[in-house]
T-cell receptor, first 114, second 113 residues
Framework: AQSVTQLDSHVSVSEGTPVLLRCNYS??????LFWYVQHPNKGLQLLLK??????LVKGINGFEAEFKKSETSFHLTKPSAHMSDAAEYFC????????????FGKGTKLSVKP | NAGVTQTPKFQVLKTGQSMTLQCAQD?????MYWYRQDPGMGLRLIYY???????DKGEVPNGYNVSRLNKREFSLRLESAAPSQTSVYFC????????????FGPGTRLTVL
């Protein structure tokens, strides 16, 4: 069965410093992996996705993630945080044959201090 | 091109009342989904419709029913609302493949008193 664990429920960084949001997954197949972002009182927006092509995936707003099969990880990074990055981030997995159903992690709330 | 739209944006119900949440997409997607979001829980799938004319249960279907009215529209009904159904509800759509991005609506914030 597929599952996702986001290792931190809350991460706080200073503006201009690197961001690391950690995600481990479990899947019996070759999964697709996604990071979605949700700003306060908004819907969800796709940041980036991995679908078995390049293992280093670049997304919007300077975010990127690396798929590491040996570690079953898909951590999200950004070199320099901006105040507008403050939001909740969800790591998501989907398996072949799942009819596109997504399994969400519980989310990591990112705070950015000036 | 509005994407995925949901109505209403906010709703307050009393225990035992019924209501229907509406969702529509204009991207000609095959699959549509209903999720609920509770603090610290991420999003959990309530029901989905892989294609027009089909619906299936997700992780948390109890207390809900759905209707795929046509390819564009997918509604979620609470027949007898309970306080445990206080949540934010999101509708989403995609082509139905595991590699597809799901596109989300803006959400409906429901409070059951």
């Amino acid at each position: 069965a597929q599952s996702v664990t986001q290792l931190d429920s809350h991460v706080s960084v200073s503006e201009g410093t690197p961001v690391l949001l950690r995600c481990n997954y479990s899947s019996s197949y070759s999964p697709s992996l996604f990071w979605y972002v949700q700003h306060p009182n908004k819907g969800l927006q796709l940041l980036l996705k991995y679908t078995s092509a390049a293992t280093l995936v670049k997304g919007i707003n300077g975010f990127e993630a690396e798929f590491k099969k040996s570690e079953t990880s898909f951590h999200l990074t950004k070199p320099s945080a901006h105040m507008s990055d403050a939001a909740e981030y969800f790591c998501v997995v989907s398996e072949p044959g799942s009819q596109g159903n997504l399994i969400f992690g519980k989310g990591t709330k990112l705070s950015v201090k000036p | 091109n509005a994407g995925v739209t949901q109505t209403p944006k906010f709703q307050v119900l009393k225990t035992g009342q019924s209501m229907t949440l509406q969702c529509a997409q204009d991207m000609n997607h095959n699959s549509m989904y209903w999720y609920r979001q509770d603090p610290g829980m991420g999003l959990r799938l309530i029901y989905y419709s892989a294609s027009e004319g089909t619906t299936d249960k997700g992780e948390v279907p109890n207390g809900y029913n759905v209707s795929r009215l046509n390819k564009r529209e997918f509604s979620l009904r609470l027949e007898s609302a309970a306080p445990s159904q206080t949540s934010v509800y999101f509708c989403a759509s995609n082509w139905g493949f595991h590699t597809d991005t799901q596109y989300f609506g803006p959400g409906t914030r429901l409070t059951v008193l």
